[in-house]
């Protein structure tokens, strides 16, 4: 295992695990799980900053507050993203107004992945840093494709990308989620909102049911339009069965995913992507490993994010060539992001892209020396 891989998704596993935070569905309000982590009140507007959580109660209390204060410089630059975001894919904010939001969150994803790189894990749930740490360079890169996206032709292939930020976008919330659900155990529950109609997410999103799915020029995956609400209870099998239908799901491996992805091979970019979303779709109609519900949710998320990985490599090969590498690097971001979600005893998957990849560089003009 290289030295960049993240522990293996495995052994720190409570059972009943449940939501923290995101699953708020507010009418006409703004989705994304950070947004609405950090905002005391679903009828603040987008201008006003969110409160800075103050630690209570138990330990684990202390740590959400703590990572919530990591993701705090997100917040309101957040939900003004998500609102300019939906403007821009109904042509009702311009391509020039759109960047500009996004060099703002890309700025505040920076400042959050530097947070929660220096937090150090809690030792009942270590695992939740790390689900953390992955949902801000998800969020990372759903800011970087929209910023590309803006530098494509409008057509087919625009409208497609648009979709792909949108399910990067809800997959990052749901991996917020996933780090929300380790903590759950060890946190004081959470108090009820006035007036606001509270369910819990869907853990694994169903793109053609949210009108999401994607389409040519890119793959469709052909899955069944089916939701998937939220489970209360789910039933369970030995992590040794787990294995065997993960195993025979015929996933596809890391290395013949990133030579694809780096030659631009469409034709196994396209069978790929069709493997991962299927793959994905059969763990979540299997039991999860004894305990575990959360590693199974988790295999299936990085999954998908696998399938976006290929669609953004599918893209890579089809934006104007200007655009190609800016497309190639969130296709092996992504893939990097899934590979480090994954568990070790469904085998190695050991990214070989450089972690420098997730890292997001300040967007702003550095000041230039004063004249002596």
């Known amino acids: 295992m290289s030295a960049n891989k993240r522990p293996p998704a495995r052994g720190w596993r409570s059972r009943k695990v449940q939501l923290l935070v995101a699953g708020l569905v ?34 684990g209390d202390q740590y959400v507050a703590a990572v919530l204060r990591d993701f705090s410089s997100m917040s309101t630059v957040l939900i003004s993203y998500l609102q ?13 107004q759109m960047k500009a ?24 749930a270590p695992r939740a840093i790390y689900d953390y740490r992955a949902s801000a360079d998800l969020y990372g890169q759903a800011a970087q494709l929209t910023q590309n996206a803006t530098a494509v032709p409008r057509g087919a292939l625009r409208t497609q990308l648009q979709l792909a930020i949108s399910r990067i976008q809800t997959l990052a ?23 606001v109609q509270i369910t819990r997410a869907d853990e694994l999103p169903s793109f053609p049911a949210s009108k999401l799915a994607a389409g040519p020029p890119l793959t469709d995956v052909g899955a069944a339009p089916t939701p998937h609400p939220y489970q209360t209870t789910r039933p369970e099998q030995s992590a040794a069965d787990w294995v065997k239908v993960a195993t025979a799901a015929h996933i596809p491996t890391d290395k013949d995913t990133e030579a694809a992805i780096d030659a631009g ?5 396209r069978t790929d992507t069709i493997a991962f979303a299927g ?6 109609s299997t039991p999860d490993p004894t305990g575990e519900r959360t590693v199974n949710t988790r295999i299936q998320l990085a999954l998908l994010i696998d399938a976006e990985a290929t669609q953004m490599g599918q893209a890579a090969t089809l934006v104007p060539a200007a655009q190609h590498d800016n497309f190639l690097h969130v296709a092996q971001a992504l893939s990097l992001i899934a590979d480090r979600m994954w568990d070790e005893r469904l085998g190695q998957r050991d990214s070989s892209y450089p972690t420098s990849l997730l890292t997001i560089q300040s967007q702003q003009p550095s000041e230039a020396p004063s004249a002596k």
């Open 101 to 124: 939001v996004c060099i703002g969150l890309l700025d505040d994803v920076a400042a959050a992945q530097q947070a929660l790189a220096a937090r150090q894990p809690f030792l009942p």
């Open 173 to 195: 919330d749901r991996v917020f989620d996933q780090g929300a659900a380790e903590l759950k155990p060890f946190v004081t529950p959470d108090h009820d909102y006035d007036s």
């Open 84 to 96: 300019t975001l939906r403007q821009w894919q109904t042509d009702k904010v311009d391509d020039t």
């Open 26 to 59: 507010i009418t006409g309000g703004v989705s994304g799980a950070v947004a609405w982590a950090l905002t005391d009140s679903p009828h603040k507007s987008a201008a006003t900053p969110a409160p800075t959580p103050t630690p209570t109660g138990t330990p």
């Open 279 to 284: 793959a994905s779709e059969k763990l979540h």
């Open 265 to 269: 091979t469409v034709a196994t970019l």
